[in-house]
């Protein structure tokens, strides 16, 4: 176990350093620097700004100081917002994020799971067919469109629920349904195909035998054995509601990360751009780890050693 | 009653050669999937869809009269009317026609990533899978690696950085893209490649490269094209993603992302103006879904549930 959280944890630390270096060096690739695009500055101005920032030193001094601003946790200034810091920006964007983004996870395991569980409980009727024309629909709209229609009929038709903005439970609805969708659907199906499965085999048969009632069947015996693919689900889950956020933030006007990054990249904002980037890789790779680990926990039958691969 | 006779009696002559004869047309396993595919309603009506926007795409923007990228300022944001079938954006111009063009965008997008990704995912798959050991260990770990880096990240990385267009969208996309059909890649020939009609074509004196692609790619087709057809639509998922969030290509081209991405203040006013690109990206993807789930049933009818 130890031996191969080790491993896990190496190859973490190399995916996250290829990271840094990929995003510091592509970020440097960008013709012009930061202040080209002020009108008509005076040399010594730039050269000050500049030094200021410590653009003036040579690229590899540059880089060491950005490792080290990545390890201490020290992003740097942003370039256009003279008033804050990237790490001042993460610690105001990231809670309403982690809100947001908590919500809609709970919101797609619950849905789905339920979901799943009726389509596969109710096998070729309609409930079936429903909940998977759900899944479908939830799979091929994509969220900014799922978005823009849920703020068209809720908001704007029928006027039930604020269009935009985050002050109260009310205003996080929409952007959780619509941020959940995609997921939902994809463990829904997931939950379907293999409550399906475990549902034909023979311990569930003797449980039926024995008499005991279809709900404690489902629920004592099914689900828990149809719920473990799931779990290896979570971490590309997590993945897909963080930056499914980017846009579902921008659209409903919440102050999150998310918008936050969409917004530095329209203002060419390089070190937010670059402290994003580097913060979402952090949070991606340890969530996955720990959803790895997690389950070989949950699952004894799964050996460590290959849990790594597929 | 009829008589019996001697001759009643006589011996059929049994021709041995005769029932060896194949009465019925044998079939390759790619009939065979065309003739479970047949069956399933859902995927041809699909399959029809996507022949039937590919066609409109390459031929609809010959034929109007108007263009996508004339501006007509006293008659922006038209109802649909008879002239303007989609009605105009908030330049006036034609978005009937702007949605072919953007559908030529997404298409290309679509069937491009999935090409350079069926490319590269083949070979480098094969290449690990077929040598094993070290080999293996190595390209799968470089693999795993480039797995972990979050795609969109990425994605929107390298499109800060490039020039916007068709082609970066492309090479972003595909930049990590390949690395799912590589691990299917690889675990199919891990399967075939201890299988008796390897042995077979070893001992005849195959080399490594005819093995790999004269007798391992080719049984494992089924999966890598069920893979190809489904990489489609994330691709032309993440481009009107990216478009929609400012990152696609450049004005006055314009994709379904850009477009929507254009309607949605507008959305209120002139619901139109959103309300069709939306439609065309969403039925396009269910449609591309649909006929990959249909294909992975039709390939494997095991898998069908």
Known sequence: MIRYLGKRIIFMLISLFLIVTATFFIMKAVPGGPFTSEKNVPDEIKAALEAKYKLNLPMHEQYFNYLKGVVTWDLGPSFTEKSSTVNEMISRGFPVSAHLGA????????????????????HNKWQDYSAMVIAVLGLSVPGFILASF??????????????????????????????????????????????????????????????????????????????LPVITYLGPLIANILTGAFVIERIFGVPGLGREFVLSITNRDYTVIMGTTVFYSIILVVMILIVDVAYTLVDPRIKLADAGRE | MQQLTKEHFEPISVDLRQSEAIKRPS????????????????????????VVLIVAAIVIPFVTNNDYFTTDLAG???????????????????MFVRIWYGARISLEVGLA????????????????????????????RIADILFAIPYLLVVILLMVVLEPGVGTIIIALTITG?????????????????????????????????????????????????????????????????????????????????MSSEGLPAMKYYPWRLMFPALFISVTILAFNLFGDGLRDAVDPRLRK
Do not use: C
């Open chain 1, 150 to 227: 849920y703020q068209y009929f809720f908001s704007i038709k029928w006027g039930l629920l604020p269009i935009a903005k985050w002050e109260g439970f009310e205003y996080t609805i929409l952007p959780s349904l619509a941020l959940a969708a995609s997921p939902m659907a994809f463990i829904a199906r997931l939950t379907r195909s293999n409550m399906i499965e475990v549902l034909g085999q023979d311990y569930i048969k003797t449980a039926r035998a024995k008499g005991l009632h279809t709900m404690t069947i489902t629920i004592k015996h099914a689900i828990r054995n149809a719920l």
């Open chain 1, 103 to 122: 919500q809609a996870l709970l919101l797609a395991i619950f849905g789905g799971i339920i979901l799943g569980v009726i389509a596969a409980l109710k």
């Open chain 2, 27 to 50: 079939l390759s396993f790619w009939a065979d999937v065309w003739r479970r595919l047949k069956m399933n309603k859902v995927a041809m009506a699909s399959l029809i869809f996507i």
């Open chain 2, 113 to 140: 990533a999935a090409f350079i990704d069926l490319v590269i995912g083949v070979i480098w798959g094969g290449l690990a899978g077929f040598y094993g050991g070290k080999v293996d260990e190595i390209m799968m």
């Open chain 2, 178 to 258: 390949w690395i799912g059909m590589a691990r299917i890649v690889r675990g199919q020939m891990l399967q075939l490649k201890s299988q008796e009609f390897v042995l077979a074509a070893r001992s005849l004196g195959a080399d490594a490269n005819r093995l790999i692609f004269k007798h391992l790619i080719p049984n494992a087709l089924g999966p890598i094209i069920v893979t190809l057809s489904l990489t489609v639509p994330s691709a032309i998922f993440a481009e009107s993603f990216l478009s929609f969030i400012g990152l696609g290509v450049a004005a006055p081209v314009a994709s379904w992302g850009t």
């Open chain 2, 76 to 94: 922006k944001n038209k109802k649909p009317s008879v002239e303007h079938w989609f009605g105009t954006d908030d330049l006036g111009r034609d």
